[in-house]
């Protein structure tokens, strides 16, 4: 009974929520403008969750629509093949490619009628996510034959179940490489060395980018192999941090920033009623945690270093030059960074499997709710005459149910 009443209230919750997104969605057609001034630098932020990464793509598209176009993207796992295909695309063509490559990951396994019927529609996520399982992901991974258990020992075929060739395949034919390297905007997407546990980042401002770091973000164990690059091997960079936030805060920079970061995981949810609700909860506290964890510590030192400043410039000059008041001056102080925060909160029947469920009917409601989130926070008042400060960290969280915007203070 009690799961029942669970359901019933989580499936009117939706309901309200696919009505604001379908008002946001009609809103979303207009090609209003939100200026970014040419004083301040746009980033967009993009976290790892596979199949939910179809919600960034709704994000990009309605920021597009918006005249918001970042200099910066940054990404990890999904959001890494997201961001290559941002960078690596023309301005015009950036949705275009983002749609393609969707529509190919999401071209196997049509859903039928009832995919719309909601007593239904678990179970038919379910058979998408096993056909995905078994057969593979068209564009992006194909199982491997012999398996993994029947191959040679010590080769990169044995210790994964899949074969990323189409993904390479993939990101050679949608992404201009030689674009991203002649550096009209910059990308970073972030690894896990797996010899020596440290995490790295492959920034198209200090290296030549090509497709095998985008495949070296996105290289999950067991089901990817690691992917080599100058001699060193690198899996998933969600291993380790399932966000770049803190990497493009950590940055130096004279400019005002604005960051838009998508996260694919929401850290709230209900209390589980069966074994399965427990699985899809604990993976949404695993990565949206590590996510949170990485947001706070980068906020929280850029709010110190300002502490710091303001500090500073009150000591008399014969203390400025003490070494502990140097050292202070070290820390580094950007200029104010206005985080705008969107997460992808999960459907009622959406289960553990939401992030390699790659049916149409999925990706088109994931885009479709990035879209619609973007919309509604483009569209506040309090985003749109957001005073513009010098110094300081505001987080804006004006997509979710209980809209805010906070100061992060030291």
């Known amino acids: 009974m009690a799961q029942s009443l669970s359901r019933s209230a989580r499936s009117r919750s939706q309901a309200v929520t696919a009505k604001k997104m379908k008002k946001a969605a009609t809103a979303a057609t207009t090609n209003e403008v939100t200026h970014i001034p040419p004083q301040e630098r746009c980033a967009l932020v993009l976290q790892g969750g596979g199949a939910l990464g179809a919600y960034q793509g709704g994000v990009y598209k309605q920021l597009a629509a918006h005249g918001v176009l970042p200099d910066w993207v940054a990404g990890i796992s999904i959001g890494a093949i997201n961001a290559a295909l941002i960078a690596g695309s023309p301005p015009a063509q950036r949705v275009a490619r983002l749609q393609e490559f969707w529509q190919l990951v999401s071209s196997t396994l049509r859903m039928p009628g009832a995919a719309h019927v909601t007593s239904a529609r678990e179970a038919l996520n379910e058979a998408s996510a096993s056909h995905g399982m078994l057969f593979g992901v068209p564009g992006f991974f194909a199982p491997r034959f012999p398996p993994a258990p029947f191959q040679p020992r010590g080769t990169l075929e044995a210790i994964s179940y899949y074969d990323t060739a189409p993904l390479r395949e993939t990101l050679e034919r949608l992404v201009e490489f ?22 790295a980042y492959f920034d198209s401002c200090h290296q030549r980018i090509d497709a095998r770091h985008i495949m070296a973000s996105g290289a999950l164990p067991p089901g990817f192999a690691p992917v080599e690059i100058d001699g060193e091997h690198y899996w998933d960079g969600g291993l380790v941090s399932n966000t770049p936030l803190q990497y493009v805060l950590d940055q130096p920079g004279e400019r005002h920033r604005v960051v838009f970061q998508v996260d694919l995981f929401a850290a709230t949810g ?52 003490d070494p502990d008041a140097l050292a202070l001056a070290r820390l580094r102080c950007a200029h104010a960074v206005d985080v705008v925060h969107l997460i992808y909160r999960s459907k009622h029947y959406e289960t553990q499997s939401k992030d390699y469920e790659f049916s149409r009917v999925s990706v088109q409601e994931h885009w479709a709710a990035g879209q619609a989130d973007m919309a509604r926070t483009l569209q506040d008042p309090r985003w749109t005459q957001r005073p513009r400060r010098d110094h300081g960290v505001h987080v804006f969280d004006l997509a979710s149910d209980n809209p805010t915007v906070k100061e992060r203070a030291a």
């Open 178 to 199: 030689d674009r991203i390297n002649e550096g009209g905007m910059r990308l970073s997407v972030g690894a896990v060395n797996v010899r020596s546990g440290n995490f």
């Open 270 to 321: 209900d209390l589980p009623t069966t074994l399965a609700e427990v699985t899809e909860r604990e993976k949404d506290i695993r990565f949206s945690s590590r996510t949170r964890l990485n947001t706070t510590q980068g906020l929280d030192r850029l709010a110190m270093a300002e502490a710091a400043r303001r500090l500073l410039e009150k000591l008399p000059a014969a203390l400025r030059t």
